[in-house]
């Protein structure tokens, strides 16, 4: 739909231009000939004044007929008893030659076609036609329309392949995406089915049957919501009330299980305030951008251990709640952090870029919210802000 709209705003603004340019050269044309006429009327003029003059007057009058013809004019003037009396043609006149004077005929004749000729008492019939530059100047609207229509297929064959180029990228982004998200739930099964595969004895100190049960059933939802979330790309979703502080306490029971609880430990706290009004949204794909955002942060603290604090509360205007991911990492290169948010930027090792390009989307695209890197200089900061349903809506 938008390429139609812009093909058709293309074509307009093309047909607006190319016709501006011919009204524009029809108009100087019109203004060259006017001055065409009164030249052939001048020219006549002369000629009929150097009848009889003196000799300094002859000499002034011929000085002025040669500055008008080297104007360009053509003019071919007819006297009353039908002889050729004047000619500036491009080409020579002979009066004596039958055949010259055809000629000349046949050239009146073809400027009349163009301009009627000017009858002058006294004088005869004027015939003119318009300088050679006025004839090429006929052209230029028609080569500046051809170069116009050159650029706007060039533009359009440069869209197109952007396009192009960025389809394929948005395809590779979602494969990545899909490979990033199951990635988790997956390597969460795998544990437990080595655990599952250990001798009874040794898989009782680790975790019993009933847990183990538990979390592979929190696996299987967790790759049921990954199936959910990518059904929801390129659609508009259903949006209901939602409770941030449930999402956010449901991915704090998710992420306690799976974060490394050895020496490089990882903590998660999540605090929510009392009484948080709801949001406008869906709750999928805000548990998905919330998610992402955790993800990024154990992907960065993996190895060396940390703390992820996250915290939602109301804004100071009481019409949005604040939701703020903080982790004492090494935080966001100088040089990231105004593209953080693009697709194929990450301060990852072997980072995709993904996971925050999608969470801008469902914060500011879907739910009419915002995110932003926070300022801090030690670790990262994202806050999100996102709008609380009205009063009147939650009646």
Do not use: C
């Not at 293309?10 to 029809?26: D, I």
């Amino acid at each position: 739909m938008k390429a139609r709209f812009w093909a058709t705003g293309l074509s307009l603004l093309f047909g607006a231009v190319l016709a501006w340019y011919l009204v524009y050269t029809q108009q100087l044309v019109n203004a060259v000939n006017a001055d065409a006429a009164a030249l052939s009327r001048m020219y006549a003029g002369l000629l009929q004044g150097v009848s009889d003059p003196d000799q300094e007057t002859l000499v002034v009058l011929f000085d002025m007929l040669e500055e008008i013809e080297q104007m360009g004019v053509p003019v071919v003037v007819i006297a009353e008893d039908g002889q050729v009396s004047a000619v500036n043609t491009p080409f020579v006149y002979d009066p004596i030659d039958p055949a010259s004077r055809q000629r000349v005929l046949e050239y009146a004749a073809l400027l009349d076609e163009r301009n009627d000729p000017i009858i002058e008492e006294g004088i005869g019939e004027i015939h003119f036609g318009m300088p050679a530059v006025v004839e090429r100047l006929r052209w230029v609207p028609w080569i500046q329309a051809a170069t116009l229509m050159v650029i706007v297929l060039t533009a359009i064959w440069i869209f197109r392949s952007t396009v192009r180029a960025e389809q394929e990228r948005i395809w590779a982004t979602m494969a990545r995406e899909s490979a990033h998200q199951l990635s988790t739930p997956l390597s969460s099964l795998s544990g437990w089915v080595e655990i599952l595969t250990m001798p009874s004895g040794e898989r009782a100190g680790v975790a019993s049957d009933e847990r183990i049960a538990e979390e592979i059933e929190v696996d299987v939802e967790r790759l049921s919501k990954v199936a959910q979330r990518f059904e929801l790309i390129g659609k508009r979703p259903r949006m209901a009330n939602v409770d941030v502080g449930d999402v956010l306490q449901r991915l704090e029971g998710y992420f306690a299980a799976r974060l490394p609880r050895l020496e490089r430990s990882i903590e998660l706290a999540v605090q929510v305030a009392p009484r948080l009004r709801p949001i406008a949204g869906n709750p999928v794909l805000l548990e998905w951008a919330f998610e992402n955002i955790i993800k990024n942060a154990v992907d960065v603290l993996a190895g060396r251990g940390g703390r992820i604090a996250v915290s939602a509360e109301p804004a100071e205007d009481s019409r949005s709640v604040t939701v703020r991911f903080v982790d004492n990492g090494p935080g966001v290169p100088a040089e990231l952090r105004k593209h953080i948010f693009e697709p194929g930027v990450s301060s990852k090792e072997g980072g995709w870029g993904v996971g925050l390009t999608l969470t801008r989307r469902i914060v500011e695209d879907t739910h009419g919210g915002s995110i932003v890197l926070g300022k801090r200089r030690d670790g990262a900061e994202f806050v999100v802000t996102l709008p609380v349903v009205r009063s009147d809506r939650t009646a």
